[in-house]
């Protein structure tokens, strides 16, 4: 499966942005999504993970309340809506796609996904 992620930009603290990934070359529906991040100098982290079907989500705890993960298997794209946003929430976003059929399956881990998109940058200024 191929992804392309979008909707990354410079937004004020505060601000909000919202993140897409679209998906195609197989069936978006055999897959848990999941959004990670990387500042510069960092590893790459988990963000976000919903289910197959959107069900069930997962959040770093750091996150939760500010960020939601969502998804419409019919466009076949993931978001990710960014609130509140800070200047430590600044990075490259990538989506990424870990084949499952479990709908209580929200991988956090990295080597737990298949495809990776390109990535799009979040700068957020203070």
């Known amino acids: 499966v191929q992804l392309q992620a979008s909707g990354g930009g410079l937004v004020q603290a505060g601000g909000f942005l919202r993140l897409s990934c679209a998906a195609s070359g197989r069936t978006f529906s055999s897959y848990a999504m999941g959004w990670f991040r990387q500042a510069p100098g960092k590893e790459r982290e988990f963000v976000a993970a919903a289910s197959w079907n959107g069900r069930n989500t997962n959040y770093a705890d750091s996150l939760k309340g500010r960020f939601t993960i969502s998804r419409d298997n019919a466009k076949n794209t993931v978001y990710l809506q960014m609130n509140s946003l800070k200047p430590e929430d600044t990075a490259v976003y990538y989506c990424?796609?870990?084949?499952?059929?479990?709908?209580?399956?929200?991988?956090?881990?990295?080597?737990?996904?298949?495809?990776w998109g390109q990535g799009t940058q979040v700068t957020v200024s203070s």
């Open positions: 990424a796609a870990a084949e499952s059929a479990n709908s209580f399956y929200t991988p956090q881990r990295l080597n737990e996904y298949d495809y």
